[in-house]
C-alpha cells in the first residue's frame, strides 16, 4: 500500500491520533476525509470533513457513499469509559459500540468501495489492551480485545479481495485520553508516522512501542506473573 496518491477516510480526525494520522496522510501525498461527530471541530487545512457517528448506521452508509473512491480506511475513533465488567452497563455497551460494533460498520460499509478501487487497506486503531486487563479498565480492554480478532477475521474474510487489514497497538499515547494517566506516552506524530510506515509496508500488525511488544510476547508465558504487578502478588 503506498499511501502517496492515496485517498483516505480517517475516523475521529478532530483531534488527538486521528488528526495526526491524516496530517501525516496529507504530508505523504494523500486525499484525505477527515471525519468526526463534529465536522465543524476539524481544524486540519487541506483535508475534507466529513460528519460521521460510527455508532449511526445511517451516517456511516452515507458517509460511504460520499467519499467512493476510497482505498485506505483508517478507523482511529474510539472511546475509553472507564466503566469495569461488574460496573456500569451503559459504560461497557459505550464502550462496545464504538470501539467494536462502530468499527466493524466502517468495514462492512467500505469493504465494497476497497474492492472497487483495488483492494485498499483497512487500519484498525486497537491497544495494547487488547491482550491484558488492567484495573478501572475492564470494559475498554475487553472491547479492544474483540477489535483485535476482529482484524484478524477481516483479514481473512477480505483477502479475496486483496485488502490489507493492519491492527495498531500501542501503551499511551500522548493525547486527550491519556491525559489523566501516568506513565510513558509516546508523541502521537511519532505514531502516525510508525503506523502509515507499518501499511506501506504490508504489516499485519504494528506494535508502536516496547510496551505492547513485551505485553504480546507475555501471552505465551503463564499469566501469574504479569498479572503480579496488578494483585499486589
Known amino acids: 500500500m503506498n499511501t502517496a496518491g492515496a485517498t483516505a ?6 483531534r ?7 496530517a501525516e496522510l496529507l504530508a505523504r501525498g494523500a486525499k484525505v476525509y477527515a471525519a468526526a461527530r463534529r465536522p465543524e471541530s476539524i481544524d486540519l487545512p487541506g483535508v475534507e470533513p466529513v460528519a460521521l457517528d460510527i455508532t449511526d448506521p445511517a451516517a456511516v452508509a452515507a458517509a460511504a457513499d460520499l467519499a467512493r473512491d476510497v482505498d485506505l480506511l ?3 475513533a474510539g472511546i475509553s469509559t472507564g466503566a469495569p465488567l461488574l460496573g456500569d452497563l451503559d459504560g461497557l455497551r459505550a464502550d462496545m459500540d464504538v470501539n467494536f460494533w462502530g468499527t466493524l460498520s466502517m468495514v462492512r460499509a467500505f469493504a465494497p ?6 483492494g485498499g487497506a483497512v487500519v484498525n486503531v486497537s491497544s495494547a489492551l487488547s491482550w491484558f486487563a488492567f484495573p478501572g479498565a475492564g470494559g475498554y480492554a ?5 477489535n483485535w480478532n476482529m482484524s484478524n477475521a477481516l483479514r481473512l474474510e477480505l483477502a479475496g479481495q486483496g485488502t490489507l487489514v493492519t491492527s495498531v497497538h500501542l ?3 500522548d493525547t486527550d485520553m491519556a491525559a489523566g494517566v501516568d506513565g510513558p506516552k509516546t508523541d502521537p506524530a ?7 510506515d507499518g501499511v506501506e509496508a504490508g504489516d499485519l500488525e504494528v506494535l508502536v512501542d516496547d510496551w505492547s511488544r513485551m505485553v504480546k510476547a507475555s ?12 494483585l499486589g502478588a
Open 9 to 14: 477516510l480517517v475516523t475521529g480526525a478532530n
Open 142 to 146: 475487553v472491547s479492544k480485545a474483540a
Open 171 to 173: 501503551g499511551l499515547a
Open 74 to 76: 483508517v478507523n482511529n
Open 113 to 118: 468501495v476497497l474492492a472497487a478501487n483495488g
Open 190 to 196: 511519532t505514531v502516525a508516522k510508525t503506523v502509515l
Open 16 to 22: 488527538g491520533l486521528g488528526r495526526h494520522l491524516a
Open 219 to 230: 501471552l505465551a508465558q503463564e499469566p501469574r506473573a504479569f498479572y503480579a504487578q496488578f
